[in-house]
């Protein structure tokens, strides 16, 4: 059964635009043990999720992805350029994975923190609880659907399905085509230094 996420980013290291052009990415830079095992033991290729830019003006969803892979070497902690280099990670047993995304749809318009947090039907949502600092949550299917359809000025609720099933092809028409750094100087030469995965505020 598909689940459904929401994987936070600064628009400043990259944003829903920068998804929207390149097509698909890996999210690099998580260094957190829950956010890994979420990516290696949960996530599943074909989960939807939502693109949630934080640490920004204003904070909130910008768009929606769509998981491709999952449980793939994160090379930035091998290279010993990178902020995220991890010096006691094996090449032959990688402590930090992440997953591949690609993109579904740009929202509108962003629905800020303070729109989510005012809506009676994302009361749970775990960004909302004080001190949550996790790049990538799970969220429930009913959570997902409220906020795509925030996104779309109010509607778009019965299309949840639809994109679960393949109808939107924007993330599959570039799929394979981007991925060229994971192979060779890895997702972080696009992301100003700092993994997607890294957040510096809890917005």
Excluded at 127 to 135: A, D, T, Y
Aim: net charge positive; hydrophobic share 35%.
């Amino acid at each position: 059964m598909a689940r459904f996420w929401l994987l936070k980013c600064e628009p400043d290291v990259y944003s829903i635009g920068d998804l929207a052009r390149d097509g698909r990415t890996g999210w690099d830079g998580v260094r957190n043990y829950q956010v890994r095992n979420f990516m290696r033991d949960d996530m599943k290729a074909g989960d939807l999720g939502i693109f949630y830019h934080s640490n920004a003006e204003p904070s909130g969803a910008a768009g929606v992805v769509r998981i491709e892979r999952t449980g793939v070497p994160d090379l930035t902690q091998f290279d010993p350029k990178s902020d995220y280099h991890d010096p006691k990670s094996q090449r032959e047993a990688p402590t930090w994975l992440m997953c591949e995304v690609s993109f579904v749809e740009r929202f509108a318009h962003i629905v800020a923190l303070e729109t989510l947090r005012s809506d009676a039907a994302l009361a749970n949502l775990l960004i909302l609880r004080r001190g949550n600092r996790l790049s990538i949550t799970p969220l429930e299917k009913a959570e997902f659907v409220r906020i795509r359809a925030l996104g779309e000025g109010g509607g778009g609720a019965g299309r949840a399905g639809a994109v679960q099933k393949g109808a939107v092809q924007k993330g599959k028409a570039t799929k394979g085509t981007v991925q060229k750094g994971v192979g060779q100087k890895g997702a972080a030469a696009k992301t100003n230094s700092r993994g997607k995965g890294s957040i510096r505020a809890t917005k």
